[in-house]
Nanobody, 116 residues
Framework: QVQLVESGGGLVQAGGSLRLSCAAS????????MGWYRQAPGKQRELVAR???????NYADSVKGRFTISRDIAKNTVYLQMNSLKPEDTADYYC??????????WGKGTLVTVSS
């Protein structure tokens, strides 16, 4: 069984910063990617950023230059540093772990609220 535990969400003013963490535990093998998705009220879940097993990264256009994803391989942990936050970044943020054979795991989500 795989578990993802997220932390770091909260309330911040526009222009502020937050750092999200996601620690994966359990039987983990052949990681393809780890990343963050978000879902705002009334909207579909969307990719924010992900880091592929080889170290390359992908970002949504809306967060490029403001958010940085990183990882600690030994700890099976991924981080999302979010700077220059905007009210439109307000959403539930979900950690995703994508393994070989199409296995996908999700965290329960952490709420990020950016006030104007």
């Amino acid at each position: 069984q795989v578990q993802l535990v997220e932390s770091g969400g909260g309330l911040v003013q526009a222009g502020g910063s937050l750092r999200l963490s996601c620690a994966a535990s359990g039987t983990i093998f052949s990681i393809i990617a780890m990343g963050w998705y978000r879902q705002a009220p009334g909207k579909q879940r969307e990719l924010v950023a992900r880091i592929i097993s080889g170290g390359s990264t992908n970002y949504a256009d809306s967060v490029k230059g403001r958010f940085t994803i990183s990882r600690d391989i030994a700890k099976n942990t991924v981080y999302l540093q979010m700077n220059s936050l905007k009210p439109e970044d307000t959403a539930d943020y979900y950690c995703n772990l994508h393994l070989q054979y199409g296995l996908d795991y999700w965290g329960k989500g952490t709420l990020v609220t950016v006030s104007s």
